[in-house]
C-alpha cells in the first residue's frame, strides 16, 4: 500500500515504505523522550511506538511530581499512513527532523490534556547497533540514536496543571527501530531449555552549562561488553544554531567503566560512579551521581501488565493511574525497569540527568543470582 513517503527516493526494499524487510512480528519504531526540571523536583517520561505487523499504535505519558508517579495510557489500531502518529487524543509530530517535535493530548475522560515542545540542544548521536540474541534466535535487532534537548508547554492530569520552561526543563530524545521482543512474544515452537543468561543496561544522557555526557553499555552476565556508547556532545542555544544531523565536534569514549551500588532488598541502584576515557587524548572523565528518586517505566509501558507495548486493547483504548513512589515494590518484574532522577558531579562541572538501569538475570561482577533476585551478602 503506498504512502506519502513513496514519493521520495528513500527505499530500500522494492517494497512501498509502509512495508517491513522483516516478518518478524516484534518489528517495531519507536520514539521516547524523558524530561526533568533543573531543580530536580519533576519527571516527565514520554513514549510512543508503532508495531506494523501487529496493527498496534500505542502510547504513554508519565509524570512524577510531589513523591507521586502520575501516568497517562493510549492505544489503538493502527492506520494505513505511518507518518500519521495519532492515538485517540495522543498525537506526535515532527516539527522539524532530527531538531524539534511535538506531543499534544487532547482533552479526553482520563483528565490529561496538554502541548509540549521538544527543542535539540545537541545534535543527534547514533548509538551502535543493539543486536543478541537467545539460543538460535535473533530477539533484537535495532537501531537507536539520542539527542538532548530542551522542553517548554504544560500539561495537565489529576486536577493539577505544570507549565515548562525550556530554560529549566532538560531532557532527551530517543529514536529506536528494528526488531524488538515484546511481552509475551511468539510462543510457537519447543520451550527453550534453562540458560544462564542475563542482561546488565546501563544508560545515562546527562546536561552540563557548557556541554552534555552520554553514557550506554550493554554488558552479559560475565560482565564482557556487547555493545556501548560515550559522548561528549557540544551543547546550542537554538535549534538554528545546530550543525546537522550529528555534529563533527563530538568527542568519542572508550573504555566504559562502571562502580555500583545496591540497595539491600532489592536491584535498586543507590549509588554510583561511571568513567570513560576519550578516544583520542586519552583523557579520562570520572562523573559521581546522587540519586534525586526513581521513575518506574512502567509508566509508559515498559512491563506494565495491563498497558504493556504491543498489546492489543480496543480499537481506541485510553486509561490513567497513579501511585506514591514509596509505596511501589521494587522486587517485583514490572519494576526493574527504572530511571534514577540523579545530580552528577564530573570534575568542576555540575550538572543532572538520568540513569537507567535494567538489570536481569545473574550479573557475576556484581554477585547477582536469579532472575530478579537482590545481592547477596
Not at 107 to 131: M, S, V, Y
Amino acid at each position: 500500500m503506498l504512502t506519502l513517503f513513496d514519493d521520495y527516493p528513500i527505499h530500500q526494499t522494492p517494497d512501498p515504505i509502509n512495508t517491513p524487510a522483516s516478518s518478524d512480528k516484534d518489528v517495531y519504531e519507536r520514539y521516547w523522550f524523558n524530561g526533568y526540571s533543573t531543580d530536580a523536583t519533576t519527571y516527565i517520561g514520554i513514549g510512543t511506538a508503532l508495531y506494523p505487523h501487529l496493527g498496534i499504535r500505542d502510547a504513554g505519558v508519565s509524570i512524577v511530581i510531589n513523591g507521586r508517579q502520575h501516568a497517562f495510557h493510549a492505544s489503538a489500531r493502527s492506520g494505513d499512513e505511518p507518518t500519521d502518529m495519532t492515538i485517540g487524543p495522543f498525537r506526535l509530530e515532527i516539527v522539524e527532523p532530527m531538531r524539534s517535535c511535538r506531543i499534544t493530548v487532547a482533552a479526553n475522560d482520563t483528565g490529561w490534556a496538554g502541548e509540549l515542545l521538544f527543542e535539540g540542544r545537541t545534535a543527534n548521536i547514533e548509538e551502535p547497533r543493539h543486536t543478541f540474541g537467545r539460543g538460535m534466535r535473533k530477539v533484537m535487532d535495532t537501531t537507536r540514536f539520542t539527542q538532548l534537548g530542551r522542553w517548554s508547554g504544560w500539561l495537565e492530569f489529576d486536577g493539577e496543571r505544570v507549565e515548562f520552561d525550556r530554560e529549566t526543563m532538560l531532557g532527551t530524545k530517543d529514536r529506536s527501530w528494528g526488531i524488538r521482543p515484546l511481552a509475551g512474544g511468539d510462543r510457537r515452537g519447543a520451550p527453550e531449555p534453562p540458560r544462564d543468561s542475563g542482561l546488565f543496561f546501563l544508560w545515562a544522557p546527562l546536561h552540563f552549562d557548557d556541554l552534555c555526557a552520554h553514557y550506554q553499555l550493554f554488558e552479559d552476565t560475565r560482565g564482557r561488553p556487547m555493545f556501548s556508547v560515550g559522548a561528549f556532545l557540544p551543547t546550542y542555544g537554538s535549534i538554528d544554531e545546530l550543525p546537522g544531523v550529528e555534529d563533527a565536534g563530538v568527542t568519542d569514549m572508550r573504555n566504559l567503566e562502571h562502580d555500583v551500588t545496591f540497595s539491600t532488598d532489592s536491584r535498586m541502584i543507590t549509588d554510583c560512579t561511571l568513567a570513560f576515557t576519550e578516544i583520542e587524548s586519552g583523557t579520562r572523565h570520572e562523573i559521581e551521581f546522587e540519586k534525586v528518586f526513581t521513575y518506574r517505566m512502567k509508566g509508559i509501558g515498559y512491563s506494565h501488565p495491563e498497558w504493556g507495548h504491543g498489546m492489543w486493547k480496543d480499537e481506541v483504548a485510553v486509561g490513567s493511574e497513579s501511585w506514591d513512589l514509596d509505596s511501589v515494590d521494587d522486587t517485583a518484574f514490572e519494576n526493574q525497569h527504572v530511571q534514577h532522577l540523579v545530580r552528577v558531579t564530573m570534575g568542576d562541572r555540575q550538572g543532572i540527568g538520568v540513569l537507567e538501569q535494567n538489570i536481569l538475570g545473574p550479573y557475576r561482577p556484581y554477585g547477582l543470582e536469579g532472575a530478579i533476585r537482590p545481592p547477596s551478602g
